[in-house]
């Protein structure tokens, strides 16, 4: 049960920053008021959809916390089906972690594919999450 928490709060981060483009466009920002500050950002900063040097350094922090959370472990074979979108969260957090932590970044917008249904299919095998 702890096992599934923790994911579920990685799993949680991990969707918050891939919404953020789509909230900035309403005009909101999630992410954690702490960090922002911490890296010298404020809202409007983030609303303006403007990479910037800072604002990836906020998002790799929070990105790293969803995947330590993420660490993919063992899981017992009922557990996997709630469990399985962790293995599509850590696939984002890596295309996050290649596009230099820019959460406006347009490969980031784009349908998991087939990777992300062979990575689903490799990890019910295994039961890991």
Same mark, same amino acid.
């Given at each position: 049960?702890? @096992? ?23 005009? @909101? ?76 970044? #347009?490969?980031?917008? #784009? ?12 990890? #019910? ?5």
């Amino acid at each position: 049960l702890a @096992r599934s928490r923790q994911i579920g709060r990685g799993y949680a981060l991990a969707g918050l920053l891939r919404a953020t483009p789509f909230l900035a466009r309403q005009h @909101r920002c999630l992410l954690p008021e702490e960090v922002l500050a911490k890296h010298g950002i404020d809202r409007d900063a983030v609303l303006e959809m403007k990479p910037s040097p800072a604002l990836a350094a906020a998002v790799a922090e929070i990105a790293s916390v969803a995947g330590a959370l993420l660490a993919p472990a063992h899981v017992v074979s009922g557990a996997w089906p709630a469990l399985a979108p962790a293995v599509l969260a850590r696939r984002h957090l890596a295309t996050l972690r290649r596009v230099g932590y820019d959460v406006y970044d #347009s490969s980031l917008a #784009s349908e998991p594919g087939a990777g992300a249904v062979l990575a689903l299919i490799g990890a #019910s095998l295994l039961k890991r999450a």
